[in-house]
Structures are given as structure tokens and as C-alpha cells.
């Protein structure tokens, strides 16, 4: 599973939001609407994580060079299971949710360990002691 990162400018009005967005869920499934993060906090776009397979990235990064709203896009998979530079729209509590479920699904004892060797013990965190607790190397 891949982290991508969007950057798209704010639709013109409406109703091509609302299409850009239904495109959007026949991309990723209805099942998996919850692996999109939205942040529209910003003046001029809005930010979009996506939580997914690189073939759905691939389709959500063409649909927005389609449509021409595309402002910048970047994979963001590394920085986030090592939780680095992690957007601060994942401080709130839902969107945390399905940023711990990646990390559940995603982080191995390994990389645990390679965080362990880069920042030492003390930069360790909640989900890295579980994964160092429940998964096997």
C-alpha cells in the first residue's frame, strides 16, 4: 500500500466537484472511500491523501490532469511509516484513524528498527512499540 499526496485547485463551483468527487469513489471503491483524507483548509486547493495501491494513485493522478485542477503530486509512503513530516490534518482524531490503520497494515518490525538506528529509542511512539510488541521480524 502506497501514501499519495495531492494537491488540486478548488473546483470552479459545485456541480464539478461533485463529478471530480464521484469519479473519485468509482476509483478507489465505495468499501475503500475511507482511505481518501481530505484537508479543503486552504485558500486557492485543497489536499488529498489517499491511502492505496499505486494503480489507484496512478487513475486519481491522471482524473485530476484531466480535469486540469492538479497542483502537485507526491508519494509519501516512506514519510509516513516512518512518520515523518506527517500533515498536521492527521492530529485530528478520525483522520488519525486511517493514518494508524495504515500503519497497522504497513509497519514492520524492520522499519521500527531502522528508526531505532537513525533517531534511537527515545524517538520511538505508541505505534512503534506496538508493532515492536505484535509483529514478528
Do not use: W
Not at 475503500?32 to 496512478?58: A, L, Q, R, T
Not at 491522471?62 to 497542483?71: G, Q, S, V, Y
Amino acid at each position: 500500500m502506497e501514501v499519495g499526496y495531492f494537491k488540486v485547485k478548488n473546483p470552479k463551483n459545485q456541480e464539478f466537484a461533485l463529478k471530480i468527487y464521484k469519479s473519485m469513489v468509482n476509483i478507489v471503491g465505495v468499501a475503500n472511500i475511507e482511505s481518501m483524507v481530505f484537508d479543503n483548509s486552504h485558500k486557492g486547493g485543497d489536499y488529498i491523501f489517499i491511502f492505496s495501491d499505486m494503480d489507484k494513485i496512478n487513475k486519481l493522478s491522471d482524473l485530476f490532469e484531466k480535469h486540469k485542477i492538479l497542483l502537485d503530486f507526491q508519494l509519501k509512503t516512506k514519510e509516513y511509516l516512518c512518520q515523518e513530516n506527517v500533515h498536521e490534518v492527521f492530529n485530528d482524531p478520525d483522520y488519525r484513524e486511517v493514518l494508524n490503520n495504515f500503519l497497522i497494515d504497513n509497519l514492520s518490525v524492520d522499519d521500527v528498527l531502522d528508526k531505532i538506528n537513525k533517531s534511537g529509542t527515545q524517538s520511538l511512539n505508541e505505534m512503534d512499540h506496538f508493532v515492536l510488541k505484535t509483529k514478528k521480524p
